[in-house]
């Protein structure tokens, strides 16, 4: 079976959903179907062009035109809408977290493991041809042992207590959010680069508007919102903020920055790592640069598509270098992944470079841990 054999179905199609498609597309897979709310789904499928809509997600996931289910909802429905999935017979392409606790993602591991379908965790960043060349660089032991790491992950669309999303709401996004949101993304491509898990927490989380201002009315993720809106003033339970310590497993100790308050900063990944021989590090505000730094002598960088990159993370290019390849692209290339996996029959050729759902339920173990680390002021086992 070739990639383009296979049909997506697009669950949400709100601010992710249409990346997704776009990405699908570019890939040659055609997207038959997607659902989202009444009073959306019809409008989206008629500006997207696709003809079958549905406004329960339960008739997409049985619909003969769908093979592999990509679900693009608010975090409180990833679980449901997972397992009705594997349940209907369909790969799943589920995006982060995977679902709202360690009790829904254990079930959704089981029936994963059960099920003879591909299930994958959107951790998109794993997709940047400079994480996936870091990765490699670290197995074959360029850097030496990994000492210790260092990064952030910072945004700013929160930072007045006017901006509002679900994502603020602990029943629609869960206990944690910066952490949960953006956090685990950093924390899943340190552990891919690594080889190696995060073991242990030590958590300090801040709220920055302990009381927001929510607008009477929906507002989309990323959209900025007017002035003329009235409000209506809520608690805010979930951090704005976050500094953690991390252990993982190889023994690799790490600090990490995580804010959606930081005022500049849209959608900044930054990734330090420091080994015996030499240091890495990438930002995604370059992606398509590696920055290596040497004790003695100059300190260098490398750039996608150039010899200094290395002929490894070639599939997951595919523009020349100085073409910058960034967030869009690190989808195609995990649904070229994904689908490529499926494509030869589940068993794919070479290594599976996607999360699964035990690599989802574990980001969801961490998180459960960082907040009995805030609790309890000390150090957790995840
Ligand atoms: N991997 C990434 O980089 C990335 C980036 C952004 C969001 N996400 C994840 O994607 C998910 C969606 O986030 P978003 O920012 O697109 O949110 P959003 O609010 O912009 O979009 C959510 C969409 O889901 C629809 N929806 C709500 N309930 C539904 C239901 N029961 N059935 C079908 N559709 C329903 C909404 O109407 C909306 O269109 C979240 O889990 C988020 O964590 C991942």
Redesign the pocket.
């Known amino acids: 079976m070739q990639i383009p054999e296979l049909r997506a179905g697009v ?7 249409p ?1 997704h498609i776009e990405a699908l597309r570019r890939l040659g897979v055609q997207v038959t179907a997607l ?3 009444p009073e ?1 789904a019809a409008a ?1 499928g008629g500006r997207l062009g696709i003809a079958e809509v549905h406004d ?2 339960r008739a997409l996931v049985r619909s003969p035109n769908v093979d592999v289910v990509h679900i ?4 409180r ?2 679980g449901e ?1 997972s397992l009705a999935a594997l349940h209907a017979g369909k790969h799943v392409v589920c ?3 995977l679902a709202m606790n360690t009790r829904e993602t254990a079930r959704i591991v089981r029936s994963a493991r059960a099920s003879p379908r591909i299930f994958a965790v ?4 794993r997709f940047y041809p400079a994480v996936l060349q870091l990765r490699r660089l670290v197995q074959r032991g360029d850097l030496g042992d990994i000492l210790h790491a260092q990064g952030s992950y910072l945004q700013d669309w929160l930072f007045k207590d006017t901006d509002y ?3 603020l709401l602990p029943q629609e996004g869960g206990r944690l959010r910066a952490v949960a ?1 953006i956090g685990t ?1 950093w924390m899943d491509t340190a552990a891919f680069i690594l080889g190696a898990s995060v073991q242990a927490v030590f958590a300090d989380l801040g709220i920055h508007h302990r009381t927001r201002q929510r607008p009477l009315g929906e507002v ?3 959209s900025r919102t007017k002035a003329a809106l009235s409000y209506a003033p809520y608690r805010v339970k979930t951090e704005d903020y976050a500094h953690l310590l991390l252990r993982f497993s190889n023994g690799t100790r790490a600090s990490l920055a995580v804010s959606q308050v930081a005022a500049g900063r849209k959608n900044c990944i930054r990734l330090e790592l420091y080994g015996s021989k030499k240091s890495a590090w990438w930002c995604s505000e370059e992606p398509d640069v590696l920055h290596f730094g040497n004790r003695d002598g100059a300190n260098e960088s490398a750039m996608r598509g150039t010899p200094a990159f290395g002929p490894d993370v070639a599939p997951y290019a595919d523009y020349p270098a100085g073409h910058v390849e960034g ?1 869009p692209d690190t989808f195609k290339m995990l649904f070229r992944s994904v689908y490529g996996f499926i494509a030869a029959g589940g068993n794919g050729k070479g290594e599976r470079l996607f999360a699964t759902a035990q690599d989802g339920h574990h980001e969801v173990a961490i998180c459960e841990a960082i907040l009995r680390s805030q609790q309890t002021r000390a150090w957790v086992q995840v």
């Open positions: 669950i949400g199609t709100g601010f992710i959903g990346v659902s989202d709310l959306r989206v329960d997600y693009a909802s608010p975090n429905f990833h809408m995006e982060k977290p959107n951790y998109n960043v999303n679900w994502r949101d993304h989309e993720t990323f967030f």
